[in-house]
């Protein structure tokens, strides 16, 4: 595992998920871990709650987003939630939808190194 890429908390939901499309699209790049965890408002990545002005659910957000990332791309992705109970409803969406979250940084890593190490070819 190697070159990661931290553009939060700069990046909106938009700019966030173009750069994990790039990233993916690369063919120097056999797999993801995405950590979408800004902890400010720039991407909607909190339930709604009248505290704040995000919606996971909304059209656009950064949940939704990867979720269509997710159905078109044929390289292993996981995504990595290392934050508090306030992040539940975003990874429950996206294991509702497929995608493997892990809780804990070094869980997604070991399971995508353990997934991914036998299926890449050799000349990579």
Known sequence: VRNPLDITPVADDKTFC????????????????ISPLPMSPAMQ????????????????STPRRLIDIF???DKPMVVSLDAGEIYQPMADLLEQEGIPVFRRSDDAVKFLRKYSVPRIPKST
């Open 18 to 33: 173009q750069a994990v499309e790039a990233i993916l699209a690369d063919k120097n790049v056999d797999c993801a871990v």
């Open 71 to 73: 159905r078109k791309t």
């Open 45 to 60: 990545t909190l339930a709604p709650s009248k505290f704040h002005k995000e919606d996971l659910s909304r059209e656009g």
